[in-house]
Each structure stands twice: as C-alpha cells, then as structure tokens.
C-alpha cells in the first residue's frame, strides 16, 4: 500500500462530482454520496432516491489484480437502492480493513470469516450499479476504460457471459472469492453526460 494520503482527494468537491459522473444526472442528481477520509467513507450529501454514488479505490479490484495497491485509481460508481444494501456494504468492509493496516491476504481471509458469520448481508435481488463515467481511472493500461452496467448475482446464475457475440461480460472483480457474487458486465454506448462512448 501507499501512502494513505496518495489515495484520498484533497478537493472535496471534485470528489462529489466524480462520484456522481458514474451515473446520468437524473439518477446521481438525487443520490447520497460518499467521500473517503483518513478514517473511512463519510456522507457528503445526503440524497432522496435511495442511490448511493462513491469513488471506488484499487482495493475494490480482485485480489490477485497488480492494481490493487495502485494510488492513481478513481473508480466512479453509483449502487441502486438493492446494491447500497448488500454490495456497498462490501466497499465498506474492504476500506476499513485497509485503513486498519491489513495486507491483501488478511483482507481477503477477513471476508471469507465475515460472509461466514453473516456479518456482510446475502446479496439482494435486482442489485446493481452504474459506471458510466469517462472521469475514471480504473487501471494504468486502459484508463477510464470504457462506459458500462454491472449486475450483481448469485455464482450460479447463467448469463451467457463472455461467449461469443454475448454482449454480458464477466468482470472478475469478486467472482465468487470470497464474496458470494458474480459481476456481470453490460457496456453502454454513450458516457453519463449522453456524449458517445468507446465500444469493447
């Protein structure tokens, strides 16, 4: 890990507005968003339609990802109503076992005991986010990489993801270890402010 002072955004502002580019105004207008502190993720602006829009870290990749640790990462998402419940909450978990000094193996060994103990809630139905940004910064190869939906689902659910001519990808950011939860991938054609977006 950095620095802890590398990963945080001084600038308060930009933060909020780069959360809420993950999503179309109409949606990240009226959402809750979160800003990362020294101690963790605090409310910034308390919203009304029961989203919540957050600048995700390196931490919130797989744990095998070499950018994991990586300081430069800025992931805009917004989480529906069903994601705040029971995916957000492992945004939550992840950072303050990384603020608590773990190591990527600790961290990891720290899920597998919480989901265990039912100390993380069972995925909900219908739980998905936004990330539609073209602000973002998701890794060092493809930068704000590209404008896209993920659906979040049981480890046994068939979408036909990643066959040929499927427009559903399988992101590996949990897959299944340790979090109970498939990611599933839909690309958009435009970014959230409607202006054209690279297609995979």
């Known amino acids: ?53 957050v600048v995700e870290r390196g931490w919130m990749s797989p744990f095998d990802a070499p950018q994991f640790w990586n300081p430069k990462l800025r ?3 917004c989480f529906n109503p069903e994601a705040v419940k029971s995916i957000l909450p492992i945004t939550y978990k992840r950072t303050a076992l990384v603020l608590s000094g773990q190591t990527r193996e600790e961290i990891k060994k720290d899920i597998e005991e919480a989901y265990a103990t039912k100390q993380l809630p069972p995925l909900e ?22 404008s896209h939906l993920m659906f979040y689902t049981a480890t046994n659910v068939d979408w036909g993801a990643d066959k040929t001519g ?17 990611v599933l991938m839909v690309t958009v054609g435009k970014w959230s402010d409607g202006t054209a977006a690279p297609s995979m």
């Not at 590398?6 to 780069?18: G, H, N, P, S, V």
């Not at 139905?125 to 590209?146: C, E, N, T, V």
């Open 125 to 146: 139905p219908g739980a998905m986010s936004y990330m539609m940004s073209k602000q973002g910064y998701l890794d060092d190869q493809y930068g704000h990489w590209m």
């Open 75 to 77: 992931g805009p998402i």
């Open 1 to 53: 890990m950095a620095p802890l002072s590398q990963y945080l955004m001084t600038d308060r502002a930009a933060e909020i507005a780069l959360a809420r580019s993950a999503a179309p105004a109409a949606i990240s207008d009226r959402a809750t968003v979160l800003v990362l502190q020294s101690h963790g993720y605090v409310t910034a602006v308390q919203g009304t339609n029961g989203f919540v829009c």
């Open 166 to 182: 499927s427009p559903v990808l399988l992101n590996p950011q949990f897959h299944g270890a340790p979090e109970p939860v498939n």
